[in-house]
């Protein structure tokens, strides 16, 4: 007899015991499916909150004056621009920041409007963290304008303006945001740098710190220390608000991750190993009396290994479909993500289809590993 | 056939040892028809194991076709044991979950085709079980079920049945049926060592061994 075919019929015929494994597979399975995709679209989430909330880290000369800077938004003194290549050739070791972009900030005025002048160099980005640059990118011989600055200068998207000397076309429609942005004009970092004739110059550098910590850390001190060792003349404005933000989606993730997801799979793996060993206890004869039969070690194992594989499967199938709902239906009222952030995983469903039956065949071992070891003639001489 | 020299087998019962067969040997010829008797415990059981296969002794040696068999791989033993050894018992360890058909041919080596499916039904009809083949164990009575653990032991046309009390649940009617079978299998051939409590076979047997605390007592 087939060996498949056998343990369909086991399966059916101990539907309890069948059952119960099944669901604890299957309600392992729909833990792992949520964990994931809340986790996944919380790193979404993160992502467009950060982004929407901009970085959260300046550097800024040594130099400057706190009070002009948050007063005027920018620091009078500048750093050479290959400050920034220093930074960013660290981002490839474990530093506790990323996405770096430098700047140029002066205010300039551009046919009578007081303006702020940004020029913006290319993003650096940390190997692991998305390819995306932050915010908006700018190509070369366009600006991009505030809305207070369209309408002042009449200049909309596809319009020239000049700035200083050059000509350049407005590459967005300006929105009104109710932000400094509304008068600021941003630019390529090479082409801010002629406007303001400080070529090979920065006075900022903005980054997102990727700290993980819990919250009696000081998250300031150590990042303070971390680019202090590699650039000591900038100092470090954080803004806190923004990483506490970020901090509580890091957390909420980590927690699901560190905490239950573990406990789910062990509780799981002792539930669908315990009933196992039940079955096993079940099938003492059925075991003695095969070996009699001359099935040898493999096909006894095969014999509950195979159930564990299948049920592991179907509860697979059953779990990614039921999780994937769930989480739709439910993840935005009991997370903090909106349903928009929540995706579909394809390719973590297929892992679920391979790592399910490998699950449980894995807590099933040690239960098929003493039904291969039972001794046959002990069963059999009892009456 | 099969040689026993000098077979022991002890157990170690809640600390102490407990000797089950004492230097037992014998020889089962091709197309014997052997009883073996002997009091509770006397080792009938023990003795119809371990000529199967299936429990090593402690000391000695069993030969089965001159190999001995428990110098055999694991696998080589289960193979021999599948190809030509029929087991009997008194409990018919009958797969509960399988139809009749699916128990008979559960004895199948591998996956059954169309002639051990025809062999299966064959015995089925031959057992007067074929109108049966969808049922479960549970649905048969107990001489039905000695009868379809007699046809598993004959599916793949073994050269011995090593049968353990095998009328010990049955009724007279039932158990002289089951002789029977016995009987015709010993008719075409066949070695059958039957250990019994019964006398059902006694007109049949050409030979029977008696056990005591076990030890051959009597040949």
């Known amino acids: ?383 | 056939m099969i040689r026993c020299e000098e077979v022991t087998k002890r157990f170690n019962k809640n600390g102490s040892d407990v000797i089950s067969l004492d230097r037992f040997s014998a020889d089962i010829r091709n197309g014997e028809f052997i009883t073996v008797r002997g009091p509770s415990g006397s080792g009938k059981t023990t003795l119809l194991l371990t000529l199967g296969g299936m429990q090593r002794p402690s000391a000695g040696k069993v030969c089965f076709d001159g190999q001995d068999l428990y110098a055999l791989s694991n696998s080589k033993r289960a193979n021999l044991r599948s190809s030509q050894i029929g087991f009997v018992f008194q409990m018919f360890y009958l797969v509960p979950y399988l139809d009749l058909l699916g128990n008979v041919l559960i004895a199948s080596p591998g996956k059954p085709g169309k002639l051990e499916r025809q062999r299966a039904m064959e015995l089925l009809e031959k057992f007067d079980l074929s109108n049966r083949i969808s049922h479960r164990p549970d649905e048969l009575s107990a001489g039905e079920r000695q009868r379809l653990a007699v046809a598993r032991a004959l599916l793949n046309r073994p050269k011995i049945l090593l049968a353990d009390e095998p009328t010990g649940n049955l009724d007279p009617e039932n158990a002289s049926g089951v002789i029977d079978h016995f009987v015709k299998f010993h008719k075409t051939g066949g070695t059958v060592v039957l250990v019994t409590h019964g006398t059902a076979a006694d007109g049949f047997a050409n030979r029977s061994i008696r056990l005591d605390k076990g030890r051959l007592n009597d040949d």
Not at chain 1, 327 to 346: D, H, M, Y
């Open chain 1, 1 to 383: 007899m087939q060996l498949w075919a056998q343990i369909i019929c086991e399966i059916g015929f101990r539907k309890l015991n069948a059952f119960f494994s099944f669901l604890g597979l299957t309600i392992a399975v729909i833990i792992v499916v949520a964990s994931q995709l809340i986790a996944e679209s919380d790193e979404r989430e993160t992502r467009r909150v950060t982004r929407d909330m901009g970085f959260n880290l300046r550097l800024i000369p040594a130099a400057t004056d706190l009070g002009q800077f948050y007063r005027d938004g920018f620091s009078k003194y500048a750093m050479n621009a290959s400050t920034l290549d220093r930074l960013a050739t660290q981002l490839t070791n474990n530093v506790s920041f990323n996405h770096l972009v430098g700047s140029l900030r002066r205010g300039y005025a551009v046919n009578g409007q007081s303006v702020l002048l940004v020029g913006l160099s290319k993003t650096y980005i940390a190997p692991g963290q998305g390819k995306k640059p932050m915010g908006f990118v700018i190509k070369t011989n366009t600006l991009h304008i505030g809305s207070e600055i369209s309408r002042f200068q009449g200049k909309n998207k596809g319009d020239t303006i000049q700035v200083g000397t050059q000509h350049f076309k407005v590459s967005n429609d300006p929105i009104e945001t109710g932000t400094s942005d509304d008068i600021t004009i941003f630019a390529r970092l090479e082409d801010a740098q002629s406007i303001l004739e400080l070529e090979g110059k920065i006075n900022e550098i903005e980054a997102i710190d990727c700290l993980c910590l819990t919250t009696d850390e000081d998250p300031l001190t150590i990042l303070r220390k971390e680019i202090g060792e590699i650039l000591p003349n900038v100092q470090v404005v954080h803004k806190q608000k923004l990483a506490d933000a970020r901090a509580k989606q890091r957390q909420t993730r980590e927690k699901v991750n560190a905490i239950v997801l573990p406990f789910v799979l062990l509780a799981s793996a002792v539930w669908v190993a315990l009933l196992a060993v039940f079955n096993v206890r079940d099938r003492r004869q059925e075991i003695g009396i095969l070996r009699a039969l001359g099935k040898n070690s493999w096909r006894i194992a095969g014999l509950f290994l195979g159930k564990a594989v299948l049920l592991g499967f179907v509860a697979a199938t059953l779990g990614v479909v039921l999780g994937m709902w769930a989480v739709l239906e439910f993840g935005p009222s009991l997370f903090p993500v909106t349903k928009k952030a929540i995706q579909i995983n394809p390719s973590l469903a297929l892992k679920l289809f391979v790592a399910a039956p490998l699950f449980a065949a894995f807590a099933s071992f040690i239960p098929a590993m003493l039904a291969v070891s039972q001794d046959p003639a002990e069963t059999l001489r009892e009456d």
